[in-house]
């Protein structure tokens, strides 16, 4: 984890865990509040955080919304959103992660610790796969393939968010900046080209699957893990 790491925290003054800021500042983290969508925007595009954490605890700050709008602007900037325990979790928050109360603090380092980038990282691996963040080329079984610009964008939304069900209109938004849905077939024609140069069977995919009349799943088969490395290969936890 980078020394001086920047978070973001979305929050306004009447909070469930007003106790984030203070917590997160004695760890080591630079700290910025913002209590609105509006502030929380400009601290994205001036600071540049390496992690945006946004409490939907806040009676009149709605936390899915300002997820969506901060995933809009930045498409690989890491995202947890705090939901109250009697919340539903909403899939197309863009959210990297979601963090349900009650929970403690060490809950939030570890989660924190698992999505947080590492300053050097370059390499995502999800089971045998590993996707050069720098070549643009994805590798499995010692075989590698080179991407397009709009293949490689996909790829790296997919293995950011293992396991989470990702909607098309939400692809769509961060691949192709268009909420167009009219026509998605050229997503998957891309999911297509995607599946053959990662999958071992593309017609019966392991990995890029389809949830029906939502989107895709970049799953992680059972008994493989997904980390970060750097260039030469060293893992980062």
């Known amino acids: ?58 009676p009149r700050l709605s936390g899915p919304k300002v997820c969506r709008a901060v995933r809009k602007q930045s498409q690989h900037v890491p995202i947890i959103l705090i939901l109250a325990e009697s919340s539903r979790g909403d899939e197309d928050t863009g959210a990297t992660m979601h963090l349900v109360l009650p929970f403690t603090s060490r809950k939030l380092m570890n989660r924190i610790k698992k999505i947080m980038p590492c300053e050097e990282s370059s390499v995502l691996r999800v089971g045998e796969l590993a996707l050069n963040l720098k070549a643009r080329s994805v590798t499995r079984g010692g075989v590698t393939h080179h991407l397009t610009p709009k293949q490689f964008k996909l790829l790296e939304l997919f293995m950011r968010h293992p396991g989470q069900v990702l909607t098309r209109r939400l692809i769509m938004n961060q691949v192709w900046e268009t909420d167009y849905l009219d026509d998605t077939r050229t997503l998957d024609v891309h999911v297509r080209w995607v599946r053959e140069k990662i999958e071992a069977n593309p017609s019966k995919p392991i990995y890029l699957r389809t949830v029906r009349n939502v989107g895709y799943c970049f799953a992680v088969p059972e008994g493989e893990t997904s980390t970060t490395e750097s260039a030469e290969g060293e893992e980062t936890k």
């Open 1 to 58: 984890m980078m020394r001086t790491a920047k978070i973001l925290l979305v929050q306004q003054s009447r909070s469930a865990v007003d106790w984030l800021s203070p917590v997160l500042e004695k760890k080591g983290f630079d700290v910025t509040k913002a209590r609105s969508q509006k502030a929380a925007l400009e601290r994205l595009a001036t600071d540049e955080p390496h992690l945006v954490i946004i409490d939907d605890t806040c």
